[in-house]
């Protein structure tokens, strides 16, 4: 029985069938990431005003406004304009922001770090909170605790976070002084100190929804018949909690967490103004209201590109967690 | 000296302040090691409840062990506590499940699930060496594949057989299967049996079989022990003469002994359901040789060794 533990056809077709899908989704990534662009172009150019009056002001004179109209090339029309754009993307080239002049790759470089770092703390938070509260509450036998749950949940949920974010400030940034109320610091672990409250605003309302999925989850998996297998072989405590409770529950909460990541790069734009954080949501705002075309483009664009990578990665998790996802 | 002696076991759920529910009242059993008892009875005849108090999982269902005794080979198995059961389970008690095909845990591969078995049976066990032999035991081929899939990637039957593999990883002295054929193919059906009988025969594992199907039981076990409503009524060597008026009804409701074009034999009425059984014997309202005597006092025990009948009238059953 010396057979080589690899290779067999078998293994070696659910590996294709793996990379094949995984193939698909690049490919509808980059579809997505089209359509992104030309919509990002296409709704910032319907919006009243435009760059230029937004940097000369309304009085400026109409031949100072045709000059730099016509440096900016917003003179030629639209389709040519997009055609340089994408051509410019292609050869990795994002444009020059029009307010500051900056390259847009920079401004993106120097800004989408924080708001990561805001998501992925958040996430830390999330998930060391939201995982042994759910399988707290599922495993607990007294009857009145699910409810207490349901109950506490949807309070949080009703909360807005912009309120429970001024409320943060209040309470921890001025009567406690334990959080400062303006300012960054780049680099880890310095940027910890500026991003613990931001992520636990943005908690209050992913932990009540990741609990309640993982909770469902779980008092699904808890009846099934093959939990009780895992006690019938008599595996450990630790084990049967991670092979027969939590490993087969967790691929809804994964993907639902991967469209919340999705989402939350879009609230960061209010939790950063609130908290005056230097982030990628920040510099939106500034773009959008000065009509910078280049930057709202590059960045509504990174936003589309990140959606479409952590719904995919959300996806593999999950697969990879629960074999009978991909099988269905 | 028996493998395996149960005593006078009432299981039931405990109900608060009120009486508990019975679902199992006064069953006794005997096992020798290495011999193989068929466990047969209509659903909810509380053959589930009995085995699975012999494995530690009635609390899972709210029950609770209320009298009697479980003895294997010397170890008390009424009162033993989650722990020690970690140590019993796996070891000296396996235990296949009803359902084969939702038994395997579905996040796990074959493989992984035949390592936690192995290694909780037998720690420090050479895990590889022993998986492709019990994959061989159970007649699986190609184990160098089937440890890399997972449970959805195979068939019903399959499932079953990795379940008995995990289920013997530990090389139990006793085996319990809870219908392990339940929702197979007859042909799948068949080998699954033919399998249990083979671990019997190479590892002289003592095996309880939970059937509703006497005919099966009936052919691959050494002894059958009847359940109707919460109590033992028969325990008869296989191929005997049943003397129970239940078992033989049971017998002529086989459906190879019908005539063809004549309708099926049934047993009429229903029997009695958990929480209302009349007083007496609980089969006494479908029986046709109920005498008055049959309707009064508790149930009446099993009397006999070697073929156990808790019939108060044997002559009369025809």
């Known amino acids: ?219 699904q998996t808890r009846g099934e018949e093959f939990v009780e297998t895992g006690i019938i072989r008599g595996v450990s405590r630790l084990r049967f909690t991670w092979f027969y409770l939590l490993k087969p529950s967790l691929a809804p909460s994964i993907v639902l967490l991967s469209y919340m990541v999705g989402v939350m790069i879009g609230s960061t734009v209010i939790i950063e103004t609130i908290f005056s954080l230097p982030g990628i949501g920040r510099s939106l705002v500034g773009a959008v209201i000065n009509r910078d075309y280049p930057l709202v483009q590059g960045i509504v664009l990174v936003f589309g590109l990140f959606v479409v990578a952590v719904s995919l990665a959300g996806d593999l998790l999950a697969n990879w967690l629960d074999p009978r996802v991909g099988a269905t | 000296m028996s493998l395996l002696t149960i005593e006078n076991l009432t299981i039931g759920i405990p109900r608060g302040s009120a009486a508990p529910l019975a679902i199992v009242e006064n069953a006794s059993l005997w096992l020798q090691p290495g011999e193989m008892l068929g466990l047969i009875g209509e659903s909810g005849s509380g053959k589930t409840m009995l085995c699975r108090s012999l494995i530690g999982t009635l609390r899972r269902r709210g029950a609770a062990i209320l009298s009697g005794r479980i003895t294997l080979a010397g170890t008390d198995l009424a009162h033993t506590d989650e722990r020690a059961w970690r140590d019993i389970r796996g070891r000296r008690v396996g235990y296949v499940p009803q359902s084969a095909l939702a038994g395997p845990n579905p996040v796990m591969t074959i493989g992984a699930q035949l390592r936690e078995a192995i290694l909780q049976g037998t720690p420090g066990a050479d895990v590889p060496a022993r998986a492709r032999e019990l994959l061989d035991l159970v007649q699986i081929r190609r184990p160098e594949l089937v440890l890399a899939q997972y449970p959805h990637q195979l068939s019903g039957g399959m499932r079953q057989r990795v379940m008995i593999a995990c289920a013997i990883a530990g090389t139990p002295e006793l085996l319990v299967a809870d219908e392990p054929t339940t929702g197979l193919d007859v042909t799948v059906q068949a080998g699954i049996m033919q399998l249990l009988r083979d671990i019997r025969a190479r590892l002289g594992t003592a095996i309880i079989l939970v059937s509703h199907d006497l005919a099966l039981v009936d052919d691959v076990c050494d002894r059958i022990l009847v359940m109707h409503a919460g109590a033992c009524v028969e325990a008869v060597p296989a191929h005997a003469a049943p003397r129970h008026p239940y078992t033989i009804a049971l017998n002529r409701s086989r459906i190879e002994l019908a005539e063809p074009g004549t309708p099926l034999v049934t047993i009429a009425g229903q029997p009695p359901s958990v929480g209302a059984w009349p007083p007496g014997c609980r089969f006494a309202a479908r029986c046709d040789i109920a005498q008055p005597d049959c309707r009064l006092g508790p149930h009446p025990p099993m009397r006999g060794e070697a073929h156990a009948n808790a019939c108060l009238h044997p002559e009369r059953a025809a």
């Open chain 1, 1 to 219: 029985m010396a057979m080589p533990e690899r290779s067999s056809p078998d293994v070696e077709q659910a590996r294709s069938r793996l990379l094949k899908k995984v193939t698909a989704r690049l490919a509808r990534a980059a579809a997505v990431s089209f359509w992104v662009m030309v919509i990002a172009f296409g709704l910032i150019r319907l919006a009243p005003g435009d760059p230029v009056l937004a940097r000369l002001g309304a009085e400026a004179a109409p031949e100072a406004i045709d000059r730099l109209r016509h440096a900016l090339r917003l003179d030629v029309d639209p389709a040519t304009q997009f055609v340089e754009y994408t051509w410019g993307m292609l050869h990795g080239r994002l444009g020059t922001s029009i307010e500051t002049q900056r390259d847009v790759a920079t401004i993106i470089a120097e800004s989408l770090p924080v708001t990561l770092g805001i998501i992925a703390v958040t996430l830390a938070m999330a998930l060391v909170v939201a995982v042994p509260l759910a399988l707290a509450i599922a495993t607990s036998r007294r009857p009145w605790v699910p409810y207490l749950f349901r109950a506490t949940t949807s309070v949080m949920l009703a909360i807005p976070a912009f309120f429970t974010a001024l409320v943060g400030l209040i309470v921890f940034g001025l009567h406690w002084q334990i959080a400062p109320i303006i300012g960054y610091e780049p680099g880890f672990p310095a940027n910890l100190r500026f991003l613990w409250l931001p992520a636990l605003v943005i908690c209050t309302h992913l932990v009540p929804v990741l609990s309640r999925v993982l909770h469902a989850s779980l008092v």
